[in-house]
């Protein structure tokens, strides 16, 4: 920045060991799961403590408006703020068609989601 100091924009370790001693790199999931067309952006993250990865999604707003009928702020939020809905659904299938498509290993492909 202008006065000297360091800006991180990025995650620190971009590959990271779950609990089994699997080691992952979180970007190729992230590029996996990006090429959905319900999902703008895509974030993994997993924990030495647990055996298995969290993603967080961010529905595309378009498609969203478009495929679901969300086309306000409110009904995009109320979506997403529900697991069961039917956007963050299609979201979860598309993440697990995706994974599978890529040929993922079982630790690669996200269990849960926040949405």
């Known amino acids: 920045t202008s006065k000297g100091q360091l800006k991180i924009v990025d995650r620190k370790k971009n590959i990271f060991k779950l609990a089994q001693g699997e080691y992952v790199a979180a970007e190729k999931i992230e590029n996996v799961i990006a090429q959905s067309p319900l999902i703008a952006q895509a974030f993994v993250t997993g924990s030495s ?8 999604l961010v529905p595309d707003e378009e498609v969203a408006a478009t495929t679901m009928g969300l086309d306000t702020p ?42």
């Open 49 to 56: 403590l647990e055996s298995f990865l969290v993603c967080v």
């Open 74 to 115: 409110s009904k995009l939020a109320h979506a997403c703020s529900n697991v069961n809905s039917p956007l963050c659904t299609a979201m979860m299938d598309d993440v697990l068609a995706l994974a599978k498509k890529a040929k993922l290993a079982g630790f690669e492909i996200p269990r849960a989601a926040h949405f």
